[in-house]
């Protein structure tokens, strides 16, 4: 009996890493194209998201129906995201230029640096929120804004966990990558934005998610 209970576990265990790195490997082949990366993003945090809640979802099912589900507001959400991040190159790149000694310089990188920031800590939960709840874009980035700003310390760190996969990987061979390191930060994600996002469900909405079968 014990026997077969440690067999049991061992494949549930099996299985869970399997769809973790199932989980990465789709990103990295569906972002190839690079168009297609708001999509896989999507998919990638609908296999992930459900795995805060105590859900593991058959992860084909899970990331291609969030790739075709999703495909025009992760779109939309990526192209906010870049606008974002131009501006915040082309004014690092004109700060560069400037007398770091001045004041209104030193005020600029600040803000630089702040909109930086604030906008990755809104993407935490843009992306979870995106895949869980069935809300119009405008509503999620105005919920994922109230949590960034609401939970800031929380959510800081909680970027900062995220990252550090990524930056690890720097450090790493690239199978790392190509293995564990995207699906990794999102999990991280996943699990840090649903402690926040959990608050916030009502009773009959959280009931509802639970009772969801895994895809």
Known sequence: MARDAGTTSFFAVLDRVGTFVTANLLWIFCSLPIVTMPAATAGLFAILAPWARGKQPEPFAAFFGAFRQQWRKSTVIFVIDLIVASIVVANVSILARMDM?????????????????????????????????????????????????????????????????????????????????????????????????????????????????TM
């Open 101 to 213: 000694g001045q004041f209104l310089t030193r005020i600029s990188q600040v803000m630089t640096l702040f909109l930086a920031i604030v906008a990755l800590m809104i993407n935490l939960y843009v992306w979870p929120l995106l895949v869980t709840f069935e809300m119009p874009l405008r509503q999620i980035f105005n919920t994922a804004a109230r949590l960034a700003f609401g939970h800031a310390i929380w959510s800081l760190g909680l970027l900062i966990a995220a990252l550090l996969p990524l930056l690890l990987t720097l450090l790493l061979p690239a199978m790392f990558a190509v293995i564990l390191t995207f699906a990794t930060s999102a999990l991280i994600v996943s699990l840090g934005s649903w402690r926040v996002i959990r608050r916030y469900v009502v009773p009959e909405e959280l009931a509802k998610l639970e009772a969801q079968k």
